[in-house]
Structure formats: C-alpha cells, structure tokens
C-alpha cells in the first residue's frame, strides 16, 4: 500500500499542471476563435461574390428582361451570353485561380479589374440587370494592395455603376451631373473607409492567427515534453520503491516461506515412513511453493508474473487464454497498430486493468463472450474489455474494483471510461500516453 500511494502522490501534481496548460490553451482559442471566423467568412465572400452576382445577372436577364424586351434569342441573347461566357473565363482566371493558389499580385489584380469593367459596361449597355454584376467591383477593390488603389477602383466602379443607371452620359444636365458626383463622392467615400481599415487590420488578424497556431504547437509539445519529466519522475520513485519493497519481501516473506517449505517437507517424509500422508500437507506445500515462486518474482521486478516473460500484447493473450479456459466463456484477443515498447508502469496499469475488467465479468456479467482489444495509436495506448453480459444500471458500477482501476490509471497519466447498460453488456476503456522506457514518447523513439 505504500508504493502505491507513494508513487501516485506526483502524477496528480502533474496531471493538475496539465489540466491548467489546457484550460490556458482552450480560453486563448476561444477569444480569437471568433476572429478567425471572420477571416475566413471574409475570404469566402470574396471567393464566391463574382460568380453570384454574374449567376443572378444572367438568370434574371435570360429568364425575364430578354423574353419581355420581345428581342429574338440569336440576335441580342446570343450576344449576351458570348459576353457572358468571357466573364466566367476571366473571373476565374483573373480572380479565382490566384485567390485560391495565394498568387494575387498588384498588377495582374489591376489587370483583371480594368478587364472586369469593361465587360461589365458591355454587358449594362445590353441590360440594366448587369449592374448587380458591376458590383463586383466593389469587393475585388478590398484585395488591392495598396490601399489608395483599391480606393481608386471603388470610384472607378462607381462611376460605371451609376453612370450607367442614372443615364449620366445620355443626357447630361448640370442637375443629374450634381447627383451623379454627389452619389459617387458619398459611395467612394463610404467603401473607402472600410478598404483603408481592412487594409490596416487585415495583417494584424493574420499575423494573429499564425502566432496563435504556433502558440498551439508550442503548448501541445510542451505538454509532450511535461508527460515525459512526469514519466520520468514517476519511473524513479517507483523504482527506490520497488526496491524497498524488494527487500522487505526478501528478508520476511520469502524466509518465512522458506521455513513453511522446510518444515512441510520434514512432516511429509514423517508421514510418508508410517504410510499415512495427508492431502492437506501436500496442498499446503503445493500453495507454499507457489507463494515462495511469487515472493521471489516481486523481489525481481514487482510485476505481473505474465509480463515477466512477455510483452504486453503476450501477456495479455496468455491472461485472457487461461481466464477463458478456467471460467468457460469465450474470450477474444485482438492487437491493432504498431506495437511500441511502453514503460513498465503503463504496462502494468493496463494489465492489471484487464485482470481487474476479466475479474469482474466472471463474478458479475453472467457473459458468453468477452472481447479484449489493445490498439497502438501512435500517441497513445487503448484498452477495451466488452462483454456481452447483463450489465448494470448507471451509478451502479462503483465499486472498489473499478475505483481502484480509474485510481491506477490516473497514476500514469490516463483515465479510464465504463459504459454500461441493463441487458445491454459492459465496455471498460482505457486510455494512456504511449511513453516508452526512460520517459520518452513511444512514437519518438520509433521514428529514430
């Protein structure tokens, strides 16, 4: 009892720093989290505009103002829609392409523009519909850098934009020319506000979101690099634990077995010259034997004896065989991933949590089968015991078992999950950090 709280006193040390480096990692992401929404709602926006508003242009032109102007399709329509076609060829070679490859620059943006306005007055000069497509002049002024020259495309857009529905160049009296100047000075004015704040806040939130991925990786190995010191401090007081321990079974319990040995062997020889030897001394010999075989294997490594021969995986295969065999239940063994060397510690915890869950079933599931999985994924170690039993209502699987299983896992820095139901079997989860031998990540040392 004393190695065992004595060595699970630091993990809770650690698995509290732990918790407090999460918390920290999760409140720094939920403060910026809204802000890296907006940037990619943005870069959405700005990806789709074009392509919406030419859609909606061409739906309402070919579907309502051609058929209602009685213009014939082959002689106005089919001109429209050459026009049409071109524009889906420039935005997405001028627009899309680049914005999605990250190649924009500032002259083949100012290119697409002067192209994209073009066609765009051609197509206001067929329909007034096609404004809703000049609009996209407006958005595509947000992407140039610097700044004044988005400014200037905004008042460029304005100027075909309005020019085009108020009929300026038609008929253009001192009265519609004043509006005409007003509406594009407010226009330009408004929309050039906002490129000029994007312009100066847009970087800073990008420069934000990049620092606050690196602060990320930054965390997640540092936690890395806490579960290995953990690992390592653990693994050390475990062993002057061991050997304490060591020694105290080897100067009582293993002489005191010993004697027991000693002296059954002199009463069976006793027995034996007057041909009267009793079961009893021969099962209690048989059991010290076994306790002295026991005592001598905890002085050697303080371990399982299954995992004194073999690895996990094998130790575990040979647990559930003979557990299969003793209790008549059928019981399957499956490995998945890479097998990676762990620390005897975690080797341990989870062999003793399969000892425990295998426990359990025989006395309590009434189970025909029971199946045990043990999966290497890389960072961490899985365990799963399901049965097919009866199971048991929720809050009922409380037991010291089952507390101290959760208490022994929580020790190597895992945790443990049951899930179970009436009629419904019983699934104990185990779950660990893959830490090789010496406090190292298991996937570390492999890849070396």
Not at 322 to 341: F, K, L, M, N, Y
């Amino acid at each position: 009892m004393t190695g065992e709280t004595g060595a699970g006193e630091r993990p809770r040390v650690g698995t509290h720093e732990s918790a407090v480096v999460e918390e920290a990692e999760t409140a720094n992401r939920s403060r910026l989290a809204w802000k890296a929404e907006q940037l990619r709602v943005w870069d959405l926006l700005q990806l789709i505009t074009p392509w919406l508003l030419l859609t909606i242009s061409t739906a309402i032109y070919f579907s309502w103002v051609l058929p209602a102007s009685g213009e014939r399709f082959w002689r106005e329509g089919a001109s429209v829609l050459g026009l049409v076609a071109v524009s889906v060829l420039w935005v997405l070679f001028g627009h899309t392409l680049p914005i999605r490859r990250r190649t924009l620059r500032p002259v083949s943006a100012g290119i697409f523009f002067i192209g994209l306005l073009a066609l765009c007055v051609t197509l206001m000069a067929y329909s007034d519909i096609f404004l809703v497509f000049t609009i996209t002049g407006f958005f595509h002024a947000y992407l140039i850098r610097p700044w004044p020259l988005g400014v200037l495309e905004v008042l460029a857009t304005s100027v075909a934009l309005n020019g085009s529905a108020m009929r300026v160049w038609a008929d253009p009296t001192a009265n519609v020319l004043a509006e005409f100047i007003l509406i594009v000075a407010v226009q330009t004015a408004a929309i050039g506000v906002g490129i000029l704040l994007t312009a100066r806040s847009e970087p800073e939130e990008r420069k934000r979101e990049e620092l606050v991925e690196r602060l990320e990786a930054a965390l997640h190995e540092n936690a890395g690099l806490h579960a290995q010191l953990v690992a390592q401090a653990r693994e050390s007081g475990a062993q002057d634990e061991r050997q304490r321990l060591a020694s105290e079974i080897h100067d009582t319990l293993a002489q005191g077995l010993a004697g027991i040995i000693t002296q059954l062997q002199a009463a069976e020889r006793s027995a034996s010259m007057r041909g009267e030897t009793e079961e009893h001394v021969a099962r209690a010999l048989r059991l010290a034997r076994s306790s002295l075989t026991e005592a001598r294997r905890s002085v050697r490594a303080l371990a399982p004896q299954e995992l004194g021969r073999a690895h996990l995986p094998d130790a575990l295969r040979t647990l559930t065989e003979r557990w299969s065999a003793d209790h008549g239940i059928s019981a399957q063994v499956e490995v998945t991933g890479t097998r990676e060397p762990l620390s005897p510690a975690i080797e341990v915890s989870l062999f003793r949590v399969a000892q425990e869950s295998l426990t359990n079933v025989a006395k309590h599931a009434e189970a025909t089968r029971v199946g045990v999985t043990l999966s290497y994924t890389g960072p961490e170690v899985l365990l799963d015991v399901r049965d097919d039993g009866r199971g048991f209502a929720k809050g009922v699987g409380t037991g010291f078992g089952l507390t101290s299983m959760r208490q022994r896992i929580r020790g190597v820095g895992g945790h443990v999950e049951v899930q179970s139901a009436p009629g419904e079997g019983t699934s104990v989860s185990a779950r660990v950090p893959a830490i090789a031998p010496g406090g190292r990540r298991a996937t570390e040392e492999t890849d070396r």
